[in-house]
């Protein structure tokens, strides 16, 4: 054998050490917990006609959607064992919120406290909750932060947005996706803009994290669900997935990053907010584009629950006459050329999840 090929292998070989020691970050889940977890292809989609009246999310009955969401999809004998399905005390939570709707449609705050108080029934204080977003001041216009209740935290990898996205204050350096996809201006050679690398709060300082992201519409993701809250919520140098409308690799970026071991790793549940929804014009929440599904959606398996989702979008789309949104086109309220839908596709190749409807199961819940 040569020199050089020897030497190839012996690096190769320390590569995959590496990752595979990097994977094992702070308080990793048992794989069963990890993506796609413990519910491969099962959703719980719980409605309820009275969980907002007049645009206000009501406390009471969005608590009850928690609760029986919860306990139908671990069929568990309670509230309190539903939780200790995921969690015990000792774990370090964080919770993904997704604020970039804005005020409008944004995670609300019934549901992110029914979920603590959840997570306080399985044992977990609040003091080892913390709840966070990549920009700080976008939670802070949603006013996410005035919503916590005493103890638990809040935090957030960078400050505000910014077209420069390699700040690195906020992100771990051991753990990073790289992907042949640059800005302009930016070098060919440095690997540094070829890379988004995560969020310390997902790799230092929590062991598992549960996703609030909300149903709504995205124009070059086609939806922002489940995987887009993850992927483009989690790490930096994500504006190079989108540069202009046809300039457009979301349908690859976001598995990417998902399928990153630390991922797969930590989130180990997924609520999704659709008590309120976008069906076009997003991320942000345009007001003539939402419409009130009154539903929560509960899984652990991230594919599967943004396959539903999709289909939600795209029945809602068809009664107004429009087309899917896999075949919507530019107009005046979303520039790009095609919404790249096939990210769940992909990530359902990637084996983060179930695609195939014959494999998704989906129990409708109406709690009238």
């Given amino acids: 054998m040569s020199t050089n090929r020897r030497q190839f292998i012996q690096k190769s070989f320390m590569a995959a050490a590496a990752t595979a020691t990097l994977s094992q970050s702070k308080g990793a889940v048992s794989k069963n917990l990890g993506i796609p977890g413990p519910y491969p292809g099962r959703v719980i989609a719980v409605e309820h006609p009275g969980s907002i009246v007049a645009d206000v999310y009501q406390n009471e009955t969005v608590q009850q959607m928690v609760q029986r969401g919860m306990t139908e999809l671990t069929e568990a ?12 005390k000792g774990d370090v939570v964080g919770i993904k919120v997704s604020p970039v709707g ?18 306080n029934a399985a044992g977990v204080s609040n003091s080892n909750i913390i709840v966070f977003n990549r920009y700080r001041q976008e939670a802070l216009e949603a006013h996410i932060d005035k919503w916590l209740p005493e103890g638990v935290h809040f935090d957030a990898a960078s400050p505000a947005y910014s077209e420069y996205q390699l700040d690195m204050g906020g992100y771990d350096e051991r753990h990073y996706m790289e992907m042949a996809l640059i800005k302009p201006k930016d070098s060919v050679t440095d ?26 519409h995205h124009q070059s993701a086609g939806v922002t669900i489940t995987l887009k809250n993850m992927s483009h919520g989690c790490v930096n140098n994500v504006n ?30 997924h609520i999704v907010d659709a008590v309120k929804a976008s069906y076009w014009g997003g991320p942000p929440g345009k007001a003539r ?5 009154k ?11 943004d396959k539903t989702g999709l289909k939600t979008i795209d029945a809602k789309r068809a009664q107004l006459g429009l087309p899917s949104i896999a075949l919507a086109k530019p107009d005046q309220d979303s520039h790009y050329l095609n919404g790249q839908v096939e990210h769940i596709e992909i990530a359902g190749m990637l084996q983060l999840g179930m695609f195939d409807d014959d494999k998704i199961k989906v129990k409708r819940i109406n709690m009238a």
């Avoid at 004998?77 to 015990?88: G, K, L, V, Y």
């Avoid at 457009?248 to 071991?261: D, E, H, Q, T, W």
């Avoid at 584009?289 to 599904?293: C, L, N, R, S």
């Fill in 295 to 305: 539903t929560l959606f509960f899984g652990t398996d991230p594919v599967a629950l």
């Fill in 289 to 293: 584009y939402i419409w009130e599904p």
């Fill in 102 to 119: 804005g005020p409008k449609l944004s995670s609300d705050a019934s549901v992110l406290r029914s979920i603590i108080d959840g997570l």
């Fill in 191 to 216: 690997m540094h803009v070829r890379r988004s690398y995560v969020a310390k709060i997902v790799t230092q300082q929590v062991n598992k994290i549960i996703n609030l992201p909300v149903l709504k």
């Fill in 77 to 88: 004998p309670s509230w309190q064992d539903a939780w200790r399905t995921f969690f015990e």
């Fill in 240 to 269: 190079r997935s989108h540069l202009t409308p046809t300039n457009n690799a979301c349908g690859m970026f976001i598995p990417s990053v998902v399928s990153l071991p630390v991922f797969r790793e930590k989130f180990v549940l």
